[in-house]
């Protein structure tokens, strides 16, 4: 039930209610009964979850008997066994019950219950409001980012139980079980055909909150992302690293994407993505496009690395460099004849390059820049800036090409002539942020202000 879109699930619609419940069991064979204890699970208005260490039957009537998450009211229903599901180590079985008996107000209970924490209404909102993320704070309203800006929405402050709530209820056990064990969980979450959710669980002085980007489902074309077009002959080289920077939420997965669907479109290609999570789903059209989710499909970037190179790959997508391990199998497959794509947090191309070769210890560095300098084709590196009406943003971008000069740069670590390097390059069709940005203010696009908020270059150069 978990694969299809969450908006497809609404009549399934239930919520996660960790509440201890009496169930009473009646033998089949002697008709005698007896009671235990057990942890509810999730509850609808028809059926709920428990675990339970005793197997159960199919369609046997149980009479259960707990307290509403909403109120102290005591639920008290009968119900047939439907489902069954056991642990790895068939010590603990999950059970699935339907209703067969309740009455009109304690179901009328449960419904204002789930009612109250809608978790696809809150996505809904998110969706038609065009915000690009939802955030889920303890003892807060939810909240939602629209163009860059942070705004409440007109409800009911959530307690952190609300939150495990709602977001508990679309998880599997076994992510449950991975985020309480790291207190860290990333996931994807498709809500319709259009629309996905990448979800980052965290918690902070001890409250469980929670992240939701908004993902459009479908690739854009680079014209309506205002992707220079140089990036479209990045994207159809043979071989060599290809680096996406930018800062969280510079759109770096939708560029990625949007190069893996031209590779798709034109190339015949096995194309293997790295994924945490997975965002953009991609149909084999030209090429057979594989996407490997972290933490669900393999364990770690650079496990999963390391294994693509043994399945035969023409491009490999990495989403994160994350790690010294990652960092240095992306430069051996791209110079053994992989084109690489890989994205990584930078505010600039001057940082980003000094960040890979930090992420090394000193002694390394030379090594490091030299195989940098060898792999590199060419490095983006992108913003996301708000316009005028602050309707929408468009994206700012700056493009270097790993020419000769760029490659001696490198490995001389000489990374301050990068700008002098990007304005001589213009017939690699090099361009810098402050080119990119100052396109859109001379075209009224964003303001004089907001372009020197994003970037110090363009205050600098706009003083002259």
Known sequence: MLNRPLAERRRHRRLYARVPMSVEITSPEDETRKSKTVMLGNISESALYFESDELLPIKAEIKVAFKSPKSEKIIRATASVVRIETSPDEKIFGIGATFIEITDEDKKELGAFIEQLDLEKLLKLTIEKGASDLHLIANSPPVLR???ELQDLDMPKLSNEDIQRLVFSVLPKKQIRKFEQNKELDF????????RFRINLHFQRGYLEAAFRLIVSRSFSFKELHIPD??????RLKEGLVLVAGPTGSGKSTTIA????LINQERRVIVIT?????EYVHKNIKSFVKQREIGVNTNSFSTALQSSLRQDPNVIVVGELDDIETVKTAFIAAEAGYLVIASFHAPNTLQGIDRLAGMFPPESHT???TQLANCLKGMITQLLIPTIDKKSRVLAVEVVIGTDAMKRIIRAGEF????????????????SMYESIKKYVDEDIISEETAQFYSQEFGVYAGH
């Open 146 to 148: 629209i163009q860059g």
């Open 188 to 195: 994807g979450l498709q809500y319709d055909v259009e629309n």
């Open 230 to 235: 140089v990036v479209k002959d990045l994207a």
């Open 258 to 261: 949007a190069m893996v669907d």
């Open 274 to 278: 790295l994924e945490r999570p997975i």
């Open 367 to 369: 090594h490091v820049l």
């Open 416 to 431: 301050h002539q990068i700008p002098t390097i990007i304005q001589t390059g213009k017939q690699y069709k090099m361009q």
